[in-house]
């Protein structure tokens, strides 16, 4: 049987993704039960959960999962009416939070591919001493009114809490560039 009302969020605590639905939660004031899940030996409840994709985050509630973080916040919003809104009622608005969701991972990702697949001079020129690991994640020149509104938001308490201790990350992305490297060498 079911509880009603049930929320569990299956993540993993360095995935930003699974962040962006835990700071969904708590900002709606949703309680929920966190599973961390080990990626590197996936459970079978993720693997029942998200057949298609077999990654993190899944919303279950009341044993209905949903997958993909962007679809779990427009669940969420739509399971949860009461305010604060995650996302505009307008869809031409909500499109455009769509967009610059997207943009800000793609620049992360970015950033962290140079890192983790070189060496030497040209990965000396992708770092820059202010983030983690060194990544410089958005260039403040180039989108400067994104980098200050990114920068606000990491201040915010709320946020404070869900993200991840700087050194525990740093030693996460020095494993996956090892292994980066490592793979590439072969």
């Known amino acids: 049987m079911v509880e009603e009302n049930r929320v569990t969020l299956r993540g993993m605590w360095s995935s930003m993704y699974s962040?962006?639905?835990?700071?969904?939660?708590?900002?709606?004031?949703?309680e929920y039960?966190?599973?961390?899940?080990?990626?590197?030996?996936?459970?079978?409840?993720?693997?029942?959960?998200?057949?298609?994709?077999?990654?993190v985050p899944v919303l279950v509630h009341n044993g209905k999962p949903v997958a993909e973080s962007l679809v779990i916040l427009e669940y969420i919003d739509e399971t949860w009416k009461h305010n604060p809104r995650l996302l505009p009622e307008d869809p031409y608005e909500r499109a455009k939070v769509g967009f610059w969701a997207n943009f800000l991972h793609l620049q992360v990702f970015e950033a962290l591919a140079v890192v983790f697949t070189s060496e030497g001079e040209v990965q000396e020129r992708a770092i820059e001493q202010e983030e983690v690991f060194g990544v410089k994640f958005i260039d403040r020149d180039k989108y400067p009114i994104i980098s200050s509104w990114v920068m606000s938001l990491t201040e915010l308490p709320l946020v404070k809490e869900v993200i991840p201790p700087r050194e525990k990350l740093a030693g996460i992305f020095r494993f996956i560039r090892d292994k980066a490297l490592k793979s590439s060498a072969v």
């Open 33 to 55: 039960e966190y599973m961390e899940e080990d990626l590197m030996n996936k459970s079978m409840l993720l693997l029942r959960y998200n057949p298609v994709h077999k990654k």
């Open 19 to 30: 962040k962006r639905v835990e700071l969904a939660l708590r900002v709606k004031g949703i």
